[in-house]
C-alpha cells in the first residue's frame, strides 16, 4: 500500500515538475520594469543550492517582458543591459581555506544563473568570515551593504529568513543586518525585503515533490493547480488573510519547470570544490532546487 502511494506521489509530482514552465506568484511584485533586485548571500554556492528558481525565473520574466516590448519598439540601452539582478555574496567561504577558489566558483554559477559580473560582489571583511559559530554583527553587515545598495539604486533585498535554511548563523544574521540596515538608513527607509520561507526538516527533503507539496500549502490550492499546470501563464499576487481577517504581507513563490532545476545543478557543478558527495545527496532531495517561497517582512 505505501509502495503505491509513494509511486504515486511521484507520478503526480512528476507530472508537476513537467508541466510547469517556471512559475511565480506574486511575480508582478518583482516587475523588473521597475525594480532592482538584490539577492543577499553568506557563502559561495548558496546562490545556487538556495536560490536558484528565484534568480532563474526572474532572469526568464525579465527576458519574455523584454521579448514583448522589443515587438512594440521598446529600445533597450546597452549600459543596462540584462536583467536587474544584483548579488553580493557576504564571504569568499573561506572556512577550509579555499576562499580564492570559491569566489571564482561563485561567478562562474552566477553566470549559469543569469547574474553577469558587473552585477555581482564578493566581500571579504575580517568580522564577517565564513564560519559556522559565528553570528555576524548587525551594524557590520549594514555597514558593508549600505554603498552596494545605495550606488546601484535596489529596491528590494531578498535573502535568508530567521531560520537560515540549514540554521547556519551566517546565514541568520543576514536579514538581521538588512532590518538593521532600513531603521537606521532614513533614505532607505522604502527598500522592501523578503526572506526565504524555510520549511520544517520533514519537507526540505522532498526534491521533485516540492512544487506539489507547495501547491497545496496554497490557499484555494486548487485553483493554484490549475495555473500550475499551465491554465495561467502568471501568477497574481495574493494577500493571504489569516482567519481573523488580518492579511498577511504579501508572498511571492518561485518554482522551477525541469529545465531550471538541470540549470541549477549546471550551476552547481561550477562549485567543484564543494562537490562532495553529500552535496549531490543535497541537490538530489532539496526542495529548494524546486521552489522558493518567500515572505515580505514589513
Ligand atoms: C568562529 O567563531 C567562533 C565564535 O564566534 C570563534 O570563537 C572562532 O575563533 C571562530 N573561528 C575562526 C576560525 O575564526
Known sequence: ???????????????????????????????????????????????????????????????????????????????????????????VGNADGLGFTRRDELQQSLNVLGVSKEKSWVVDHPQLQDNFTAIWD?????????????????????????????????????????????????????LRLYTLVTVPLWSKYTGILGPALSALRMPQSVASILQLIGFQSRFMLKNFGD???????????????????????????QHSSQLVWFRWLYVTYSRYMWVNEWARIA
Do not use: W
Not at 15 to 34: I, P, V, Y
Not at 35 to 58: G, I, K, W, Y
Not at 139 to 166: E, M
Open 1 to 91: 500500500m505505501l509502495r503505491q502511494l509513494s509511486v504515486l506521489a511521484l507520478l503526480i509530482s512528476l507530472l508537476f515538475g513537467l508541466l510547469t514552465k517556471t512559475r511565480s506568484q506574486g511575480a508582478n511584485l518583482l516587475d523588473l520594469r521597475s525594480e532592482r533586485v538584490l539577492l543577499l548571500t553568506a557563502h559561495p554556492d548558496d546562490e545556487c543550492m538556495f536560490f536558484a528558481p528565484t534568480l532563474l525565473a526572474l532572469a526568464q520574466d525579465y527576458h519574455v517582458r523584454q521579448a514583448e516590448e522589443l515587438t512594440s519598439s521598446v529600445i533597450e540601452d546597452d549600459i543596462n543591459k540584462g536583467p536587474p539582478v544584483f548579488s553580493l555574496c557576504m564571504s
Open 138 to 190: 548587525s551594524h557590520i553587515i549594514a555597514d558593508t551593504i549600505r554603498p552596494f545598495i545605495t550606488d546601484n539604486a535596489i529596491t528590494i533585498v531578498l535573502t535568508f529568513d530567521g531560520g537560515g535554511v540549514s540554521g547556519h548563523p551566517n546565514h541568520i544574521s543576514l536579514p538581521n543586518g538588512v532590518k538593521h540596515l532600513i531603521e537606521t538608513t532614513p533614505a532607505l527607509s522604502d
Open 243 to 269: 482567519p481573523d481577517g488580518t492579511p498577511e504581507p504579501p508572498k511571492m513563490i518561485f518554482i522551477s519547470h525541469i529545465s531550471n532545476y538541470v540549470r541549477a545543478l549546471r550551476a552547481m557543478q
